[in-house]
């Protein structure tokens, strides 16, 4: 149990587009998701925390109008890069909150 | 407020010898410590967890940690190393925080190499 999807896995995308990443909890209900991104060799850094039926709460230095969370179903949040650019390319992962966090397999944004 | 110290970025060991991953907190409270593996391009997976139990935790693939509470360390050890366990190994810690979740802080990272 506790089983943590993402998709995409891959995403590669144009400088200015939008792209939207979905994290599912497909065994348990999440009513706290968070969203991490890492860059290469680097370890996670957590950008925001998701709760169902609430505003996200976004660590200090995340531009909470550039990614975008929604979190409405306690199976499912989104995290939307709108207006891609190569400097937001990374490695995201979601994690979904039982009694601990169970993570995503991540997803590889490339924006070129 | 909390903290994570991998005191070593790069391990590199011969298959079948013992593996030792070192780990330091710091922690405002009684913390819950964890051990991830990432493997290139995936997402983590849980190796062990202490959350104020037994201080020598077991976890899944031959490792375990030990929780010293004198020391603030929470190293990782496997008594053999195999060809499979080469990855990113990540110790993190927990405490609660203001809300009712609570939030991890993850360590810089060491990369095991298993020689063969």
């Known amino acids: 149990g506790a089983v943590v999807s993402q998709h995409p896995s891959w995403v590669i995308c144009k400088s200015g587009t939008s792209v939207k990443i979905e994290c599912r909890s497909l065994?348990?209900?999440?009513?706290?998701m968070f969203w991490y991104r890492q860059f290469p060799k680097q370890s996670l850094m957590l950008m925001a925390t998701?709760?169902?039926?609430?505003?996200?709460?976004?660590e200090q230095g995340v531009e909470k109008d550039k990614f975008l969370i929604n979190h409405a179903s306690l199976t499912l949040s989104t995290l939307t890069v709108t207006s891609a650019h190569p400097e937001d390319s990374s490695f995201y992962i979601c994690?979904?909150?039982?009694?601990?966090?169970?993570f995503g397999p991540g997803t590889r944004l490339l924006v070129l | 407020a909390q903290s994570v110290t991998q005191l070593d970025s790069h391990v590199s060991v011969s298959e079948g010898t013992p593996v030792l991953l070192r780990c330091n907190y710091s922690?405002?409270?009684?913390?819950?410590l964890f051990w991830y593996v990432q493997h290139p391009n995936k997402g983590l997976q849980l190796l062990l967890k202490?959350?104020?139990?037994?201080?020598l935790v077991k976890g899944i693939n031959g490792f375990e940690a030990e929780f010293k509470k004198s020391e603030t360390s929470f190293h990782l050890t496997k008594p053999s190393a195999h060809m499979s366990d080469a990855a990113e190994y990540f110790c993190?810690?927990?405490?609660?925080?203001?809300?009712?979740?609570?939030?991890?802080?993850f360590g810089s990272g060491t990369q095991l190499t298993v020689l063969p």
């Open positions: 993190v810690v927990s405490e609660r925080s203001s809300g009712s979740a609570r939030q991890l802080t």
């Open positions: 202490y959350t104020s139990a037994a201080t």
């Open positions: 065994d348990f209900q999440a009513t706290t």
């Open positions: 998701s709760n169902e039926g609430s505003k996200a709460t976004y």
């Open positions: 994690s979904a909150l039982r009694e601990t966090q169970y």
């Open positions: 922690s405002s409270y009684s913390p819950s």
